[in-house]
């Protein structure tokens, strides 16, 4: 159960963490700015694959509608993808990704919109940059300098998703949660160094657990999963923002599936996260919007 005896022993054991400040930024051509609190990170899928079907977009005209919606829903930005890290989703190639989310990214783009890429091909990351994107959603390692070079000269941003094997399809090991935050430390160390030192100024690091992490719906991945957000804050004393992915369990809500977000976005503001990413953003903004009234 989630009360004050669970999480008071966790915030004061992890306080210097909990306390520690991360980085202010903008991206001035978008004309948004993004401090220390929670924002909104709308899911836009063009991966039939995908297995939140109420995010598949299926034609140009429906992604940006879309895309419009959710930035008017309160979305800070748009996070578009191509091929979902499903373990029985199709792999798509990377030139393929590039045809199916250009158009969109540049419609957005040309509204204003700020749009994130996910994806762990850096070819594909860099020509959706061309085509206006301003943030990288990295869900795999990429160790080429000139990738995050890139990156800084189109004064964009990058989400590094935490990944213990290549990239976000990779069937690899991933360590227990209480020894997981261990791990991520070491991983983000390394690449805030590749980002930072190629000239990159807005960086989110991202726990990642909803890549990777191949348990079946049902108690065991729920708590896995609830304990991740509630631990997330641990990665601000690295420096930079927090972002997490907002999880659902069809098996704990059932029918009711398409409010578990707003249920994890709750955790995720209790543990400082800055960025959620999220299927449900008119469910979830309102949670967020709690922030204004504390």
């Not at 935050?181 to 100024?201: C, M, V, W, Y």
């Not at 992915?245 to 977000?261: I, K, N, P, S, W």
Request: hydrophobic residues 40%.
């Amino acid at each position: 159960m989630i009360s004050a005896d669970r999480l008071l022993p966790l915030w004061l054991k992890y306080r210097d963490a909990l306390e520690t400040p991360v980085r202010t930024f903008e991206f001035e051509k978008f004309g948004r700015r993004f401090e220390d609190r929670t924002y909104q990170m709308g899911v836009l899928n063009l991966s039939p694959d995908s297995t939140y079907r109420e995010t598949v977009c299926h034609t140009f005209e429906a992604a940006l509608y879309r895309g419009k919606r959710m930035t008017l829903e309160g979305a800070a930005m748009v996070d578009i993808g191509a091929e979902s890290t499903g373990d029985t989703a199709d792999i798509v190639a990377a030139e393929r990704q590039i045809d199916k989310m250009r158009p969109v990214v540049r419609a957005l783009a040309n509204e204003n919109i700020l749009v994130s890429v996910e994806t762990y091909h850096p070819e594909v990351g860099i020509a959706l940059l061309e085509a206006g994107a301003g943030v990288i959603n990295l869900t795999g390692r990429v160790d080429d300098p000139s990738f995050y070079e890139a990156i800084a000269f189109h004064q964009a941003g990058i989400v590094l998703c935490y990944t213990p094997g290549e990239n976000a399809r990779s069937q690899d090991y991933l360590p227990p949660a209480d020894e997981i935050f261990d791990h991520q430390l070491t991983f983000f160390k390394e690449r805030i160094k590749l980002a930072t030192d190629a000239g990159i100024e807005r960086l989110w690091v991202d726990p990642g657990f909803g890549f990777a992490l191949h348990l079946p719906d049902g108690p065991d991945r729920i708590r896995y999963q609830t304990d991740s957000i509630l631990q997330s804050f641990r990665l601000r004393e690295l420096g930079w923002p927090v972002t997490v992915q907002l999880t659902g369990a069809v098996y704990l809500f059932r029918d009711e599936v398409r409010v578990a977000q707003t249920s994890a976005a709750t955790l995720a503001v209790m543990s400082r996260a800055n960025l959620v990413r999220s299927h449900e953003v008119p469910r979830v903004q309102p949670v967020l919007n709690l922030q204004d009234f504390a």
